[in-house]
């Protein structure tokens, strides 16, 4: 199955290759920039035949297509392009994600962006790599200090400690908090312990299934915003080096720095 993740994962990030840079067909989804371009459907695609090729029986879930329902326990949750936005405009932070669950949970991840050549990977209980070669997460202990990350939904949140106030919060205080557009490349740096930490208000199963997996197995943490274990079927994700975790929830739950 990880040569399958591994030749399904290459398989998108050539189709973003190819495209990146080039002209593609754009059309909006809900949202004035909520995108979709051709690349995002011939990576699916591209993605799809691998899977279902030597696993024709399993489950799929991906952001384009929905669902294709069978009775398997095993499930592949895909995301053909994570940093859509950033795509389309020539950013070069944009991968595939691609989350494989078993039995409801998550148990193999891989997340490549092949503009940077970072393929990173883990496996249950098997730690996490980046191109073959173990990361961990960082060990700052202090939020003050710290280097962050978080992403907006495509509609404003109007809510109590929303993104925004959030987001506020921290920059008042002079933390640095970055956005780079994709959720799955954010999950990603904090296994690498190149963040701190990384929350988002408002996710969806194929930008957080890979890279949940890639945090815990890099030694971090990943909760919801009640300090629950984090399933990638909510919204709410915070994941950290572990050591600032529960300040850095404090925030997010309305307290202070
Ligand atoms: C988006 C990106 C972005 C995050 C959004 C996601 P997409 O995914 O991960 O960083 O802030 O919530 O929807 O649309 O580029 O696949
Ligand atoms: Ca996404
Ligand atoms: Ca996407």
């Not at 398997?72 to 950013?91: C, L, M, Q, R």
């Not at 940077?116 to 191109?131: C, D, I, R, S, V």
């Not at 109590?160 to 933390?175: D, L, M, S, T, W």
Request: charged fraction near 20%; glycine fraction near 8%.
């Amino acid at each position: 199955m990880k040569s399958t993740l591994y030749k399904a994962t290459e398989a998108g990030a050539n189709e973003i290759r190819r495209f990146f840079n080039g002209t593609f067909a754009i059309s909006n989804k809900e949202g004035i920039n909520n995108l979709v371009t051709e690349a995002d459907h011939a990576a699916e695609k591209a993605i799809f035949s691998v899977i279902r090729e030597a696993y024709p029986e399993h489950y799929i879930l991906s952001e384009e297509s929905g669902e294709i329902v069978t009775q398997s326990e095993y499930k592949w949750i895909i995301d053909p392009i994570d940093g859509t936005v950033n795509f389309a405009n020539g950013i070069p932070l944009c991968c595939v994600s691609i989350g494989l669950e078993f039995k409801g949970e998550i148990i193999m991840g891989a997340v490549y962006n092949p503009m940077m050549n970072e393929f990173y990977f883990a496996e249950k209980g098997k730690g996490a790599t980046l191109n073959d070669k173990p990361i961990k997460v960082s060990d700052k202990a202090v939020v003050g200090t710290s280097c962050m990350a978080t992403g907006f939904p495509y509609t404003y949140l109007d809510q109590a400690n929303g993104p925004i106030q959030v987001f506020e919060k921290f920059i008042r205080k002079g933390i640095a908090v970055r956005r780079l557009g994709s959720a799955a490349i954010d999950l990603c740096w904090v296994a690498a312990g190149k963040f701190d930490a990384y929350y988002e208000h408002k996710l969806e199963a194929w930008d957080s299934a890979a890279g949940s997996l890639i945090v815990t197995e890099a030694g971090g943490m990943v909760t919801d915003f009640a300090n629950k274990q984090f399933s990638v079927y909510q919204k709410q994700l915070l994941a950290t080096n572990g050591k600032i975790h529960a300040a850095v929830l404090e925030v997010i739950n309305g307290g202070e720095i």
